[in-house]
C-alpha cells in the first residue's frame, strides 16, 4: 500500500501565475482533504472532496479550487498566485461513510513564490 | 466551530526530564489526533484517540483523552534530544472528517 502520494515535492512559481498540486489517495479512502500550512503555524483546511464534489470548504478565497476524479484522486488548483500562498500543502485522505475513519496525511507539497 | 488550542506553545527541556503538552478543543470531537513533525517535512502520525479515557503510549511519548473536559494530553517521559520536534493536536468534526488543529508546541530537548 503506497499511502497517500503527492506531486510534485517542491515547486517554485512567480507571484500572478497559476499551480496544480496533486494527490493520490490511499487504497481504499474515498475522501481526500487540502491542508495549508504557513510556515511556523498549524495546517489549516482548504477543503475536502468527495464524490467528486466539493463537500466542505474552510476560509480561503475563491483563487484556491479543487478537482476530484472518478479514481478518487485530487488536484488543488491555485490562480493568481500571492507571496502569502507560499507554504507547504498538505493531502490527507480518509474514507466517508457510516462512520468517519482515520486520516492519513501525504509528505506534502512545498511551493515557493516568489 | 470547533476550536483547538495547545499549551505551551514553546517547550525547552532537558534531557531525562517529563513534561505535558496540552491540547483543549472546543466542541464535541469524534477523534483527536497527535502529530510530530520535523523540519521541513509532513505530519507522522503519533496517536489517534477515540474514547473518553483513552490512553495509548509509545516509547517515552503518553497521550489521553478526556472529553468531558475536552482536554488531551501528550506525556513525554524522560525526553531524549530525538524528540525534539514540533507536535500538533488535531481534533476530528463530527460533521465530515475535516480536522482543526492546534498552533503547535516546538519542543525542544537539551542535552
Known amino acids: 500500500d503506497a499511502g497517500v502520494t503527492q506531486s510534485p515535492t517542491h515547486l517554485i512559481k512567480t507571484r500572478g501565475q497559476q499551480v496544480t498540486l496533486r494527490c493520490s489517495p490511499k487504497s481504499g479512502h474515498d475522501t481526500v482533504s487540502w491542508y495549508q500550512q504557513a510556515l511556523g503555524q498549524g495546517p489549516q483546511f482548504i477543503f475536502q472532496y468527495y464524490e467528486e464534489e466539493e463537500r466542505q470548504r474552510g476560509n480561503f478565497p475563491d483563487r484556491f479550487s479543487g478537482h476530484q476524479f472518478p479514481n478518487y484522486s485530487s488536484e488543488l488548483n491555485v490562480n493568481a498566485l500571492l507571496l502569502g500562498d507560499s507554504a507547504l500543502y498538505l493531502c490527507?485522505?480518509?474514507?466517508?461513510?457510516?462512520?468517519?475513519?482515520?486520516?492519513?496525511f501525504g509528505q506534502g507539497t512545498r511551493l515557493t513564490v516568489v | 466551530e470547533l476550536k483547538v488550542e495547545q499549551n505551551p506553545l514553546f517547550l525547552s527541556m532537558q534531557e531525562g526530564k517529563n513534561y505535558t503538552i496540552y491540547c483543549n478543543y472546543s466542541t464535541t470531537s469524534d477523534r483527536l489526533y497527535w502529530y510530530r513533525q520535523d523540519p521541513g517535512k509532513s505530519l507522522e502520525s503519533l496517536f489517534v484517540l477515540l474514547s473518553n479515557g483513552a490512553v495509548k503510549q509509545e516509547g517515552r511519548l503518553m497521550a489521553s483523552l478526556d472529553t468531558k473536559a475536552r482536554l488531551s494530553t501528550l506525556h513525554i517521559t524522560a525526553a531524549v534530544h530525538d524528540l525534539s520536534a514540533t507536535y500538533f493536536c488535531a481534533a476530528q468534526s463530527t460533521s465530515g472528517s475535516r480536522l482543526t488543529f492546534g498552533e503547535g508546541t516546538q519542543l525542544t530537548v537539551n542535552p
Open positions: 490527507a485522505s480518509s474514507l466517508v461513510g457510516h462512520v468517519n475513519t482515520e486520516a492519513f
